[in-house]
């Protein structure tokens, strides 16, 4: 219950969410966890955000930042990848990971309230955040993810994925707690097409499920 309590973090104040305090540890567990697979799943995601070279990427609630380096590899140096996290622990922790790549750059965030201008974004990516999230709150950061997208610009929403079969859901809730064995994951293509996104497509990785999609041009 220890360890629950660790990986789904404490309460803050800003967000009435549970944000992660142990970056290195987080780190730790987040590639046991994935069993040898965690390069390959990110990787993977990367590509399936349809973020191009040079574009402009948001990494949202980026703990040690695994995506956000993945995206700046998908991105090269032509183009900018920003991870933001409510944890100064886990900012710390992601900067000193990416030390060197220079197109990848962290900052303090909160996901029902971005730091940022409309339409500033070619494409935002979140991955095992809205789990963290109160359910009220995660409408508000779809829609936040919205606004801060230029139009035809893409969002990619990953999470965990409970095991089908009942004894593997009882072990990752003894392992990791109730909010991981009983995530209804299925909610998240309604959470996206809810807040707006066209072209919505779902699909599988080891542990994962993502939705991705795209924001709508306005009408002429
Ligand atoms: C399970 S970790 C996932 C980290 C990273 N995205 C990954 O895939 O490894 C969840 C992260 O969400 C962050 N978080 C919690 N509440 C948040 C909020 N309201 N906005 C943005 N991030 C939040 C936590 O601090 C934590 O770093």
Redesign the pocket.
Known sequence: MELARF?H?SP?HR?A????THGRA?EVL?ATFFLGRRRAVFTRLAQLSGARPGDRVL??????G??TRAMAHQVTATGSVLG????AD?VAHARRLAAGLTHCTFAD????DLDAADGHYDAVV????IH??PEP?RER?LAEMMRVLRPGGRVLVADFRPPKGRIGRHLVGAVTGPAMEHNPVHLLEPLVRGAGFADVETGDLPLIRYVRAVKPAPAR
């Open positions: 990986l973090g803050d967000t969410g549970a944000t992660i987080y987040s990494d949202v609630g980026c703990g040690t695994y995506l933001v996290d409510p944890s886990v965030g909160i996901a029902e979140t991955s095992l955040v963290h999230l709150l950061a």
